[in-house]
């Protein structure tokens, strides 16, 4: 197999604003990211030849040829894996440009207004979501913070997590955020106001949920070779990978509940990138749901399997602690741009461009995807 | 009529096509049928093509017992569907059958001894003329 370790690098990163509600389409807030992300890698639109746009979203590579201009488009793919999509677009996009199909492979991800529909409406038209839309919608499973649910409480009853070692994940994203002028949820949280806040699908409250919002995020990938002669310092892909659990059509037949595919993924993504878990910096978890982080924690072997609620404790995921997490506010505080604003995030982090949120020295990091039924990515990055 | 599962406004339904039309036709008949491997018996749920252990397209269907345990669950506090806005809140438990089998059912009557391992008695709600849907008890 071709080693893919420190072939390709994020060359550029680029976003919107992340706003409650907005009155312009997916398409256009997408190619603003678009065009910030390949201006800040010192490009012109005309030189990505290759397109990863979000799967689950409305915008196909065509746009870009379209509004960009480009005149020979040699690479485009999708990855539909939900939240997931995003980093597993990172591996895609290193093989393309590991191989010489591409020389700049551009990912995208936007989320326009959210008065676009009930979520299991869209829910229902996903070939992914066929057995919940027939076995489970019809009883009154229908959006994501229930899929979850069962697996949060499968992990509460087995290994004694509890709802305050959750509030820990939502406590620090939302500490985060307020280093973070970009991030939506600008005021403090307190424990007493995640135990206060509303049930939504039990165990997971209001501040157990990630944000909605409108926005949208891109990176630009080049191979390691060119990104050296581009604007920024090259942030290289030292490993990545993608992991389906099982039964990843139906979270109710799995084997293991509090099992996801990240566990797959994580051994293959470290040993590419020959780092071991004491050299993570920093780690971007998505962060759909609060304890979504928890078992990603224990699956990329960061703890044992139970032991996230303890691991999480006693400011190891702050700043400042031993693995500070989510250091923009994830999807809890900063908006939910479906992970690509982590990818952002680590890149700007291994740059050294976060300011007041900066963690020091920050060399190598980990940037995770988690989505639909349990799908799961991961890079590996250093400067 | 029933407590746990209201009538209007209007619940999402299953398309019932293909492998999973006898499924659904067994519970109208008050029957839970899961799909059996003819080629080396493997039981499979939910209802797809082709056995995973042997590859075989050909099966049966083979009826389960009424009796499960608790595998997980959730207490839903927030309407994602209109049509289960009166419902709420309501309890949805994940439930061991047997083999590996899973379900997901609305449970009816008392959540007060909900725990993993509980065990469940299966029901069946008839919601109209087309559709029949199981629930679960907590055995008293
Ligand atoms: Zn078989």
Known sequence: MINLCDKAAVSGVGETAYTRETDRSQLSLTLEAALNAVLDAGLDPKDIDGVIPYASGGVVAEDFITNFGIADLRYSAQTPMGGASAVAALQSATMAVATGVAKHVLITLGRGSISGGRISDQLTRMPQMRLVSEFEMPIGTNAPAQFYAHMARRHMELYGSTSEQFAEVALTCCAHAQLNERAMMRKPMRLADHQNSRMIADPFRLFDCSLEGAGAAAVVISSAERARDLRCAPIYIGGCAEGHPDSPSAITQRRDLTRLGIANAAPIAFAMAGVTHADIDVAEIYDCFTYIVLCQLEDLGFCAKGEGGHFVANGRIRLGGDLPINTHGGLLSEAHIGGMNHIVELVRQLRGECGERQVTNAEVGLVTGFGDLGDGSLAIMHR | ?140
């Open chain 2, 1 to 140: 009529m029933n407590d746990i599962y209201s009538e209007s406004p209007a619940k999402p339904r299953p398309q019932i096509a293909l492998e999973n039309q006898s499924y659904w036709d067994g519970l109208r008949r008050h029957q839970l049928l899961v799909q059996r491997c003819l080629t080396c018996a493997k039981l499979r749920h939910y209802p797809r093509p082709m056995c995973d252990a042997c590859y075989s397209f050909e099966y049966d269907w083979h009826a389960l017992s009424g009796s499960a345990t608790v595998h997980s669950w959730t207490v839903t506090h927030h309407a994602f569907h209109a049509g289960f806005k009166q419902d709420l809140p309501y309890v949805t438990v994940t439930a061991d059958l047997r083999d590996g089998i899973r379900l997901q059912a609305p449970l009816a009557g008392s959540d007060v001894n909900l725990a993993v391992g509980a065990r469940l008695d299966l029901e069946f709600i008839d919601v109209d003329a087309e559709l029949t849907i199981i629930s679960m008890r907590i055995r008293a």
